[in-house]
Nanobody, 126 residues
Framework: HVQLVESGGGSVQAGGSLRLSCVAS????????MGWFRQIPDKEREGVAG???????SYADSVKGRFTISRDNAKNTVYLQMNSLKSEDTALYYC?????????????????????WGQGTQVTVS
């Protein structure tokens, strides 16, 4: 059973940066896809970025060129570097581990492909 704990959220002005971290315990993440997702009240959770075990990445169009997902399997940790933040990036951000070693044929940012979730970290951009 995997436990995921996010950190690094906070309040920042538009144009600023934040780096989110997600530390896993209880099992390794190295063979699995990892994703970052976000949710605002009354909206469905949406995929922001995903990273496969081989390091391949995928991003939502809304964050391409501004966000970077990375992983350090030795530390069982996934990161999300967020630059040029906008007010519309305000949300509760979650990390998650995939059910299987690949989400194929589904998109790596498909929430249904993930079964372990953290509690979330709030990001507020003003």
């Amino acid at each position: 059973h995997v436990q995921l704990v996010e950190s690094g959220g906070g309040s920042v002005q538009a144009g600023g940066s934040l780096r989110l971290s997600c530390v896993a315990s209880g099992d390794t993440i190295g063979r699995y896809c990892m994703g970052w997702f976000r949710q605002i009240p009354d909206k469905e959770r949406e995929g922001v970025a995903g990273i496969e075990s081989d390091g391949s990445t995928s991003y939502a169009d809304s964050v391409k060129g501004r966000f970077t997902i990375s992983r350090d399997n030795a530390k069982n940790t996934v990161y999300l570097q967020m630059n040029s933040l906008k007010s519309e990036d305000t949300a509760l951000y979650y990390c998650a581990r995939s059910r299987a070693e690949t989400t194929w044929p589904y998109p790596i940012t498909d929430t249904y492909e993930y079964n372990y979730w953290g509690q979330g970290t709030q990001v507020t951009v003003s």
